[in-house]
């Protein structure tokens, strides 16, 4: 049987010495959550079967239960490779909504919150000779509201613009192994005016007396090397570069990155990995990328799929949600309500497509300070794990953050969040919360869902467009658009919803996506537009595509609309 999904889950820092750990585990939903005492952990087998990285609510997990899960159990058995011996072996998991712990042979290895961001243990104290069990419990209760839950239903049924659930293991689970001194993260700042890249290499410990080599080529050709010692957990030097090759909208053109770690004369350890000449930058009007006025043409993508939930069926349709965007003329996505993974990210990289790198902050009551506590750890590892992806020229912690029960929203929660995304990385524009309520924030961002091409025009000839002026205040930052459309076009299903009233022809539908879109690209304050949005999602039908990723009309049409040269690149 084939493993699924069985590529290198983490194309930025890879090692040849992996183990895929995809492919079937046993399986029990424990929703009394009495397995802990129980002691399913020491279990030999747990009762059902389940197709890892696909959570149970997943067609492809081979058990398709889409009712509430409070905790589910999975296990497998896993032989340790020879040459490992000696080595330390690290478990790691691409995701696991909600909460996990994590069991090697029966003792506790950690524990994770949060279901959107990798983490890894060192199991190797826990290993033995022949077969290891390891066993995952996974908690999750999106009703609590004590969780960043993204587009996941509340409801037993899907409903609105919210979907079936995830619950569980849904992205890559995986081993490697390491000598004791190794790198843990490579984080990567392109440095344009000088041709040159700052890199930090940090370790899981202090290392001292370690040597740092980083050599770089581009298309197989050397393009610089330099090395540094350090004493500390962390190592940062700088890389000249003999010729500049800028990463750009459709020209995704990257530099590999070797780089090896030596101690007491032996090399300890070598990873591959890559980056991207780029800067993003705004002006007063505009996003500057590489130091010119770009319009952003972002669609709206919410990483769903038919048969996989939140996981990709494979590799390839990963590639081909962008690849289909860029056919209807967007260079880019708001990535919505959901932290996706590496490998698209790595896609996104190399094809030269700018993305927002965006939270799944729905579901988590933000009312009072103290919730920061379930969503600002999570986030700040999503953005250290993406922030040397050329790719993401952006960062959007909060989607509508509306008030709950009678409530206000804490603005306190968002400028704290705000100022740490800032902090951990200075190098790139964040929005607060896109849509609605901005506290503080480096664009301004509106959702606009008027139907009325002539009406939405209205909304930004004369002014800046405040809908909500009782509590935000327009301060002169760029100013994006970044909800609008949502035209519904159902074709033969039933059940659907988009936003206004359908239009009646094929014809209808083009001339009002026109006369919406022209309204902004015609616009010299409107710095770029998000669609809403790509493909449809469950009874949401209002994508350009439908959920199974067939075009509902002629790409050409939307692609001549799309590129239209905009009144703020003049």
């Not at 690849?323 to 990535?335: I, P, Q, S, V």
């Amino acid at each position: 049987m084939s493993i699924p999904r069985p590529e290198y889950p983490r194309p930025i820092l890879q090692r040849d010495q992996w183990l895929n750990l995809n492919g079937e585990w046993e399986f029990e939903i424990d929703n009394g959550k009495n397995g802990i005492e129980k002691k399913f952990y020491e279990r030999t087998h747990l009762k059902g079967r389940i197709t890892v990285p696909f959570c149970p609510e997943s067609k492809l997990s081979g058990i398709g239960n889409t009712d509430f899960m409070n905790c589910v159990w999975y296990r497998r058995s896993v032989s340790i490779p020879e040459e490992w011996s000696g080595k330390h072996v690290i478990l790691h998991f691409g995701a696991v909504d909600y909460s996990a712990r994590v069991y090697v042979n029966g003792s506790l290895a950690g524990e994770h919150r949060g279901g959107y961001t990798p983490f890894r243990f060192d199991i190797t104290e826990w290993l033995k000779e022949g077969e290891n069990s390891i066993a995952v419990c996974a908690e999750d209760d999106i009703r609590s509201h004590n969780q960043p839950a993204g587009k996941q239903s509340a409801e037993y049924h899907s409903a609105g613009c919210f979907y079936t659930r995830t619950t569980g293991i849904w992205q890559t689970v995986w081993m490697e192994c390491v000598d004791e001194c190794h790198i843990k993260q490579v984080k990567t700042v392109p440095d344009t005016e000088n041709g040159a890249v700052t890199i930090t290499v940090i370790f899981p410990k202090a290392e001292p007396e370690v040597v740092v080599t980083a050599s770089a080529s581009f298309e197989g050709k050397p393009m610089g090397t330099a090395s540094t010692k350090g004493v500390s957990g962390c190592v940062t030097f700088s890389l000249s570069l003999k010729e500049k090759h800028l990463w750009d909208i459709g020209q995704g053109n990257l530099y590999d990155l070797q780089l090896t770690v030596e101690k007491d004369g032996k090399i300890r350890d070598s990873v591959q990995s890559y980056f991207g000449l780029r800067s993003v930058g705004l002006d007063r009007k505009a996003l500057l990328l590489n130091g010119r006025k770009v319009f952003g043409r972002w669609v709206l993508d919410q990483g769903f799929y038919p048969d996989g939930i939140y996981t990709a069926p494979d590799d390839e349709s990963l590639k081909k949600d962008i690849l289909y965007a860029m056919e209807l003329g967007f260079n880019g996505a708001r990535l919505h309500e959901k932290i996706f993974e590496p490998r698209f990210l790595y896609w996104a990289d190399k094809l030269g497509y700018l993305v927002w790198g965006e939270h799944a902050n729905w579901g988590l009551d933000i009312t009072e300070k103290g919730q920061v506590s379930y969503f600002l750890p999570e986030w700040l590892e999503a953005v250290e794990r993406d922030s040397s992806h050329p790719c993401v020229i952006g960062w959007c912690p909060f989607n509508e953050t509306w008030d709950f029960n009678g409530r206000c929203q804490d603005d306190r929660v968002l400028e704290m969040v705000y100022r740490a995304t800032k902090a951990v990385d200075p190098t790139r524009p964040v929005i607060d919360t896109s849509g609605n309520y901005h506290v503080m924030t480096d664009i301004f961002d509106v959702h606009d869902y008027c139907q009325d091409g002539e009406e939405f025009r209205t909304h930004y000839e004369t002014k800046y467009f405040n809908p909500f002026e009782e509590r935000q205040t327009y301060r002169g930052e760029p100013y994006f658009v970044s909800e609008y459309g949502g035209i519904q076009w159902s074709g033969e299903q039933k059940g659907g919803w988009g936003y206004g009233e359908a239009p009646a022809t094929e014809e209808e539908f083009i001339n009002r996506y026109r006369a919406l879109t022209e309204a902004l690209l015609k616009n010299e304050n409107i710095m770029g537009f998000c669609y809403t949005q790509l493909y449809d999602v469950e009874q949401e039908q209002n994508g350009l595509m439908t959920y199974e990723r067939k075009f509902k009309f002629d790409p050409d049409i939307f692609r001549e609309i799309n590129t239209q040269k905009a009144a703020m690149e003049e």
